[in-house]
Every structure is written in C-alpha cells, then in structure tokens.
C-alpha cells in the first residue's frame, strides 16, 4: 500500500520560512518523479514543485520563482519543499504526490498525500 505523508507545515509571519517534508512507503521510491501542490480555500489545485526520479532536474511555477525549492533523498524515501519568503497568498493545503516522470499537471500524478496546512500571516 501506498503512503505518502507530509508534514512541517504550521503558521508563520509573512517572510518566514518553512521546511516541508514528505514520507514515502509503498513504492519504488527512486522510480517516480515527485511533486508538490497547494490549494486554497475555493481554488484550484497548483502545481508549485516537481523533482525528477534521480533529484537532478526540477520544475517551478511562477508563483514561487526564487523563493521556494525542493528536493529530495531517495535512500531515505523523503522529498522536501523548501519554502522562503512566505507571503500570505501561500497559505494552503500542501500536497506530495508521485508520478512516473516529472509533470505539472495533477492529473498525471498517480499518488498524493493528505496534505499539510500552512498559513501566512501578515
């Protein structure tokens, strides 16, 4: 069975950082591209990260452009988003979830966490 589980997030003020993390089991962790999402109150899901299978090559969104990274530790089944300079419009649910390659669309991620809240404070 399948897990992945996230944690780290928490409230913070705006400019802040926060370290997400999160746990895969289940699979063959080093074989998937991993990614993270966010979702708002009444929005969308957004793509913001994603790492390839070896952690060499990543992909953003606009949104977090110089202010967040990820990576990852494949003997350790951990993929992580960094996360600096926090502003408000960050505040949502944080998702991890695996695909076979590296894509930002949700629709091609085949497993996805529960999700971790951060909020941002002004």
């Known amino acids: 069975q399948v897990e992945l589980v996230e944690s780290g997030g928490g409230v913070v003020q705006a400019g802040g950082s926060l370290k997400l993390s999160c746990a895969a089991s289940g699979l063959a962790f080093s074989s998937y591209a991993m990614g993270w999402f966010r979702q708002a109150p009444g929005q969308q899901r957004e793509f913001v990260y994603a790492i390839t299978r070896s952690g060499v090559s990543t992909f953003r969104g606009d949104s977090v452009a110089g202010r967040f990274s990820i990576s990852r530790e494949n003997s350790k089944n951990m993929v992580y988003l960094h996360m600096n300079v926090l502003h408000p419009a960050d505040s949502a649910v944080y998702y991890c979830?695996?695909?076979?390659?590296?894509?930002?669309?949700?629709?091609?991620?085949?497993?996805w966490g529960q999700g971790t809240q951060v909020t941002v404070s002004s």
């Open positions: 979830a695996a695909a076979k390659s590296l894509r930002t669309h949700s629709l091609a991620y085949e497993y």
